[in-house]
């Protein structure tokens, strides 16, 4: 349940609440030794009894400093609550037993171990306290007490009464560490969807800048087509060869722009006079494979391994994410990059797969966190990011891992009804 216990956090507010509890037990405990021995006129055996009190201000004091200093781990809190029976044992074995209705506080530690320790430790305290019990049962001399206080229990009532004890102290521990559990668990889940919603608001956040962007770019983009156009038909232009080239390749690279803003403002959910396009997975995927190959030096090949090939929308946020896995293997150094595409039952699995350097351990430890990369120009460490996202959305996942001969592997898993057209529609 509990790791080191750091100071400052609930670990730490844990520790002290405890020792706050052992100090009220300590003078509850000074307070009923002083009332029975010199008000009732039962003698008890002041010495031992407060020796063992003694112990436990000792044992808080050196807690209160251990814990401004450093961790408490799960195995020092277990070795303190151990204190705490020793010492309870003691008080119990000087003053009748388990004839002494104060037995009943060793459930106390049953309860605090169930929440504050591990499960092995919560259950050894079930099994020590059970033990001490019978314990006591068998060797605590008889306590002397006035004729008409004193009362004798019969075998079976102490047999009874320890079964019960150990009846009782074992569904503690089990409902408490279940119920301390779930709530870790709906803490955990809590502490998820937070996480998600900061990653999905700075998203809306990119995605408003990418829009207005888009929007602002698309003017000027048009404006120097058209000037590039005009250049075309300039006399000195026009006679020679390697100008019109370089203008070709100029008004190549100004469509490329164009179109990719088109595609940043059909994600954001607004269309630049373009309709959703129908295709074929197979030429979805290979026409992205293709497209990237026209413009960059490596080449990815195409790997289908389906039978089928069924009828999608093309979705230009996930061709987006391919280009960008696409664009990483190339800043990793890889030579050889493939996308394969296969069916695991009803899902479409996506894996772009390289020779490149692969993944570091911080970055399959954050996987899907932004701004996370080993490259040092600013804004990098998105293209991971927008992959989760993007496949988040579609209810898909990404993984990440270190290929066994080299080079890395990036898979992305999203049913299919994410992105295929109906049949009725089709």
């Known amino acids: 349940m509990l790791g080191p216990l750091a100071r400052g956090g609930p670990g730490g507010r844990n520790v002290r ?27 008890l055996p002041l010495v031992p009894m407060l020796g063992a009190l003694a112990v436990l201000v ?19 809190l277990f070795a303190t609550l151990l204190v705490d029976v020793a010492c309870l044992t003691t ?29 092995w430790t919560s259950w050894a305290m079930v099994v020590i306290t059970s033990t001490l019990f019978a314990w006591l049962a068998w060797a605590a001399p008889p306590f002397p007490l006035p004729r008409f206080w004193a009362s004798e229990l019969s075998i079976p009532y102490v047999a009874a009464s320890w079964f019960n004890f150990t009846l009782t102290a074992t569904l503690l521990a089990l409902f408490v560490t279940r119920i301390v559990r779930n709530v ?74 164009k179109d990719i803003l088109s595609q940043v403002l059909l994600a954001s959910g607004e269309v630049r006079g373009n309709a959703p396009i129908r295709t074929t997975l197979r030429t979805f995927l290979s026409g992205i494979v293709d497209s990237w190959n026209e413009s960059k030096g490596p080449t990815a090949t195409y790997e289908h391994l389906m039978t089928s090939d069924p009828r999608i929308v093309a979705d230009k946020a996930l061709a987006q994410t391919i280009t960008n896995l696409l664009d ?13 595409a296969w069916w695991d039952g009803d899902r479409l699995v996506l894996a772009v797969r390289d020779d490149g350097a692969g993944f570091p351990q911080s970055i399959l430890d954050g996987l899907g966190k932004p701004y996370l990369s080993t490259k040092a120009r600013r804004g990098a460490g998105l293209g991971l990011f927008l992959a989760v996202n993007v496949l988040r959305t579609l209810g898909g996942t990404v993984s990440a891992r270190v290929r066994e001969h080299g080079g890395s592997e990036v898979t992305l898993t999203l049913p299919l009804a994410a992105i295929s057209i109906p049949e009725e529609t089709s």
């Open 17 to 43: 609440l405890l020792a706050l509890l052992r100090w009220l037990a300590v003078a509850g405990q000074l307070a009923a030794i002083l009332l029975v021995h010199f008000v009732v006129g039962v003698r």
């Open 58 to 76: 000792g044992l808080n004091v050196a807690v209160n400093q251990v814990v401004e200093r450093r961790p408490i781990t799960n195995a020092a």
């Open 91 to 119: 008080q119990l074995y000087l003053s009748g037993g388990v004839s002494n209705p104060f037995v009943t506080l060793f459930l106390l530690q049953v309860v605090i171990a169930a929440l504050l320790l591990r499960g």
């Open 184 to 257: 870790s668990e709906h803490d955990a889940r809590l502490a998820a969807l937070r996480q998600r919603a900061a990653e999905e608001e700075h998203i809306v956040r990119m995605g408003l800048l990418a829009s207005g962007a888009a929007h602002e770019l698309g003017t000027p983009l048009s404006s120097i087509a058209v000037m590039l156009g005009d250049w075309r038909r300039e006399p000195a232009i026009a006679r020679s060869p390697a100008l019109l080239a370089d203008l070709d390749d100029m008004r190549a690279e100004v469509t490329r722009c």
């Open 328 to 340: 990483n293997a190339v800043e990793a150094g890889a030579k050889t990059i493939a996308l394969c």
